[in-house]
Nanobody, 120 residues
Framework: HVQLVESGGGLVQPGGSPRLSCAAS????????MGWYRQAPGKQRELVAV???????NYADAVTGRFTISRNTAKNTVYLQMNSLKPEATAVYYC??????????????WGQGTQVTVSS
């Protein structure tokens, strides 16, 4: 009932600072927390950052101080500003949203992912 579409990925030079976006659409009562996850080749998916409905955020140690998560609640959109990218940041980045359905119960949804490749 919620569709998430990520954008902003691609080939990035080391040290680059792209911004990922994720827009939610569909039928729901509200979007609760939203987050970004990533999965590098040969590794399990890991949390990058999460932001609550009230704007409180948490980050993985690997990105703390370099990435910033934010959201536009009115547009049901979450962003991930990525600064000073290193090659180890190469991964598929996925958007996740926790939401309240039209049946007034909680559910979640995942985006299709956007590839971020950090390489010179």
């Amino acid at each position: 009932h919620v569709q998430l579409v990520e954008s902003g990925g691609g080939l990035v030079q080391p040290g680059g600072s792209p911004r990922l976006s994720c827009a939610a659409s569909g039928r729901f009562i509200s979007i609760n927390a939203m987050g970004w996850y990533r999965q590098a080749p040969g590794k399990q998916r890991e949390l990058v950052a999460v932001i609550s409905k009230g704007g409180s955020s948490n980050y993985a140690d690997a990105v703390t101080g370099r990435f910033t998560i934010s959201r536009n609640t009115a547009k049901n959109t979450v962003y991930l500003q990525m600064n000073s990218l290193k090659p180890e940041a190469t991964a598929v980045y996925y958007c996740n949203a926790d939401f309240t359905t039209t049946f007034l119960v909680r559910s979640d949804s995942w985006g299709q992912g956007t590839q971020v490749t950090v390489s010179s």
